[in-house]
């Protein structure tokens, strides 16, 4: 088990990758947060290696706040109820949750266009289609990664309900820029 008790405010680092603190959200690269990385590949070397579906390696209640970015579409869809409780379950009370993931529902006029594999952005590994954001990544997971394969998928809507359903005291869903959804899930103080 990871005991961070002495650590002012922790934020656990879903799905971490390679280290690069610019990954995180600017908020969290303030001084006062420190960055616990969780990882299923221990290939990028995470401070715990473990799955969202089984984060029992973290303590219950340690974490002041979790960031998951491009994760949650890597679930089967059964598997999305385990790993948002386990969120819920490793924040502190009044912690929070960042969810980031891709928006379905903001590719649907590209598919109806016709557009599947041109590039709707670039991204710095290259540029993303429609069906990368649908299936996961082609490139990296031609090159064998895959853990990059999307299993499911959300609408601001649907995740909004799940994390709701997890258990999530308030949650605030928005889009972002690139085809992408945003989340915060507070946990009730």
């Known amino acids: 088990m990871t005991n961070v008790s002495t650590v002012e405010k922790a934020c656990l680092h879903v799905g971490c990758g390679a280290p690069n603190p610019k990954k995180l959200p600017d908020f969290f690269r303030q001084s006062d947060w420190r960055e616990i990385r969780f990882d299923i590949d221990p290939s990028v070397q995470p401070d715990i290696i473990g799955t969202m579906t089984d984060m029992s390696a973290v303590e219950s209640g340690s974490m002041d706040a979790l960031y998951s970015s491009h994760n949650v579409e890597h679930l089967y869809d059964h598997e999305v109820p385990l790993a948002f409780a386990e969120f819920l379950r490793v924040l502190k009370p009044g912690g929070f949750a960042v969810i980031t993931c891709p928006d379905l529902q903001s590719i649907g006029q590209l598919l109806a266009d016709g557009k599947l594999e041109e590039a ?53 869903v928005s889009k972002g820029e690139q085809f992408d959804l945003w989340a915060r899930a507070d946990k009730a103080a």
Request: glycine share 14%.
């Open 120 to 172: 709707a952005y670039t991204a710095p590994a290259g540029p993303i289609t429609p069906l990368d954001i649908l299936y996961g990544y082609r490139p990296s997971i031609a090159r064998g990664n895959h853990f990059m394969a999307h299993r499911t998928g959300y609408t601001g809507t649907t995740l909004g309900q799940r994390l709701h359903r997890a258990g999530f005291a308030k949650v605030t």
